[in-house]
T-cell receptor, first 114, second 112 residues
Framework: SQKIEQNSEALNIQEGKTATLTCNYTNYSPAYLQWYRQDPGRGPVFLLLIRENEKEKRKERLKVTFDTTLKQSLFHITASQPADSATYLCAINAGGTSYGKLTFGQGTILTVHP | EPEVTQTPSHQVTQMGQEVILRCVPISNHLYFYWYRQILGQKVEFLVSFYNNEISEKSEIFDDQFSVERPDGSNFTLKIRSTKLEDSAMYFC??????????FGQGTRLTVV
């Protein structure tokens, strides 16, 4: 069966450190993989998209890697700040006829301590 | 910055009643979606809509659900006869390219 798993339910780190979140998937061949941020009671906010033929994408303090052989994406936040505390969701566009449909992982709750 | 707006933010309804959740997508976007999130669970896809018709729908989106774009700006989700298990946050989203999605703040639906 198809699965998207984010390996940690919760991650606690100290301010200034790099947070690394993991997303693994099985039985998908995604055209894209995306990362979103979700704050409590709010809608997901788009952060980054990486295509199947891309290895790495950066945006300011954020970096995403995508390994289609390992079926894994890593999401890094460098120089983390307490304001980065939120739930981070990975999501897959399956491609083909399901191009626009996003399938989400369960999320990782990141807490950055001052 | 343009954003997706949803109304109402909270809706309480009696089981068996009809509800309509409203959304105003970002104005130049062409692709529209509804997702839902039951408390403590994953965000789940319900339906995608493009060119005035449904592109794809999930198993959740049964005959009790319908979507409509009644005019050039609004996008609505109707649940005909609500059940207790329909209680969730409902998110509308839109996209210019059918890839990254821009979500609204959600409508919290409580069915009692």
């Amino acid at each position: 069966s198809q699965k998207i798993e984010q390996n940690s339910e919760a991650l606690n780190i100290q301010e200034g450190k790099t947070a690394t979140l993991t997303c693994n998937y099985t039985n998908y061949s995604p055209a894209y993989l995306q990362w979103y941020r979700q704050d409590p009671g709010r809608g997901p906010v788009f952060l980054l998209l990486i295509r199947e033929n891309e290895k790495e994408k950066r945006k300011e303090r954020l970096k995403v890697t995508f390994d289609t052989t390992l079926k894994q994406s890593l999401f890094h936040i460098t120089a983390s700040q307490p304001a980065d505390s939120a739930t981070y969701l990975c999501a897959i566009n399956a491609g083909g006829t399901s191009y626009g449909k996003l399938t989400f992982g369960q999320g990782t709750i990141l807490t950055v301590h001052p | 910055e343009p954003e997706v707006t949803q109304t109402p933010s909270h809706q309480v309804t009696q089981m068996g009643q009809e509800v309509i959740l409203r959304c105003v997508p970002i104005s130049n976007h062409l692709y529209f979606y509804w997702y839902r999130q039951i408390l403590g669970q994953k965000v789940e896809f319900l339906v995608s809509f493009y060119n005035n018709e449904i592109s794809e729908k999930s198993e959740i989106f049964d005959d009790q659900f319908s979507v409509e774009r009644p005019d050039g700006s609004n996008f609505t989700l109707k649940i005909r006869s609500t059940k207790l298990e329909d209680s969730a946050m409902y998110f509308c989203a839109s996209s210019p390219t059918n890839t990254e999605a821009f979500f609204g703040q959600g409508t919290r639906l409580t069915v009692v």
